[in-house]
């Protein structure tokens, strides 16, 4: 069942795995804060709109209920998400039967084939009350046989586009981004090159969850992306990704890493705004938007400490960076980027005229 898609996700866009110093496990606090912002809305969400007597549901027999986490990563997060998250659908379908048997769950934890499997497994908390299996591979194909999910879950993910646009990276196109490495939102060729390269991997995934989830099931996305008519060039997180780009800049100025490299790097990253995702959700046609929030992180309102920037940065971004450049070098850039972000810290955090946002989005599955 593989696409084309499919095909062109490198083999590095995992994050840092183990359980060590740099790993993605020891250093993504920052995407377990948001589950401490959304909780609330997802159990007043699931008691809302979950129906266990929906004609989809075979009301007489419910015995299990599957669950998939898209983007699991290597934990500990999707632990506590699938923890809350069963804790919320548990008390709907006892409040729908009252004297029904134990509800028996089922949790897939899907990511990319690189994912680091084997510590999310050997960390997968012993006292789960689910069945627990892992499937690897690209959410924007089909993952599952059809109408065999009952609910979806993909947090800090989607953000995270299949491929870099082409035309990016074309030096004859007018959308190449020489200079910058992301979508800093003011070069109109570059957000329309990456605005269209968001909005096929979004149908892709949503047509695939379509397929996988029953009519009437739940999806919840929670996904970074901005405020209407702000660009990201706005905010701290736009400003600090610049930063590292100009550090890749002055390495190649200083002949420690190739500037053809450096030219042709850019982040696989899109920050969506709350307008975007609701003409694409709607567009689409297989889901309902149930609700669509957005979210100031937590984190947002104080300065982070230098050391914990960089190694949430780094976690996050290592395998990306070893796939571009060489692992010899990636020591090297971070080293560099952490002295140049000491150096402007004030201007990353004072020089932020936005934040940037966390949208959260409850979707049902249209019934046929």
Request: hydrophobic letters at 40%.
């Amino acid at each position: 069942m593989e696409n084309e898609e499919t095909k062109t996700v490198p083999k590095s866009w995992a994050m840092v795995g183990g359980d060590g110093p740099r790993s993605y496990a020891q250093n993504s606090s920052y995407q377990r804060g948001v589950l401490d912002v959304v909780n609330e809305l997802m159990n007043e969400g699931i008691k809302e709109t979950l129906d266990f007597k929906s004609p989809c549901f075979d009301s007489s027999n419910v015995c299990t209920f599957r669950i998939a986490d898209f983007g699991c990563s290597a934990g500990p997060n999707t632990f506590l998400a699938m923890e809350k998250i069963i804790e919320a659908v548990e008390q709907k379908y006892h409040a729908q039967f009252q004297n029904s048997p134990p509800l028996e769950l089922q949790v897939f934890f899907n990511d990319v084939t690189t994912n680091d499997f084997n510590t999310l497994f050997r960390t997968l908390p012993f006292y789960q009350k689910y069945f627990a299996a892992g499937v690897p591979g690209t959410f924007y194909g089909r993952l599952f046989p059809k109408s065999t999910l009952h609910l979806a879950y993909s947090s800090y993910s989607l953000h995270w586009l299949s491929k870099v646009p082409e035309e990016v990276v074309d030096k004859k196109s007018p959308a190449w981004n020489k200079g910058s490495i992301q979508c800093c939102g003011t070069a109109k060729e570059v957000a329309k090159a990456y605005s269209a390269q968001f909005k096929t991997d979004m149908d892709n995934f949503l047509n695939a969850r379509a397929q996988e989830i029953i009519g009437g099931g739940l999806m919840v996305i929670i996904i970074l992306g901005l405020p209407d008519e702000i660009f990201l060039s706005q905010t701290a997180a736009g400003i600090c990704n610049e930063l590292f780009g100009s550090c890749l800049i002055d390495m190649a100025k200083l002949g420690v890493i190739s500037e053809e490299k450096v030219d042709s790097f850019n982040l696989p990253l899109y920050y969506s705004s709350a307008k975007e995702l609701e003409e694409i959700i709607k567009n689409n046609g297989h889901f309902c938007i149930e609700r669509l929030n957005m979210m100031n992180h937590p984190m947002t309102k104080r300065k982070l400490d230098v050391q914990f920037a960089i190694s949430q940065f780094r976690a996050i971004f290592q395998g990306l960076l070893e796939e571009h450049f060489g692992r010899d070098d990636v020591d090297k850039i971070f080293e560099y980027f952490a002295k140049k972000f000491a150096e402007n810290y004030d201007s990353v955090f004072n020089g932020a005229t936005h934040q940037h946002v966390d949208h959260f989005i409850l979707l049902k599955r249209n019934i046929n």
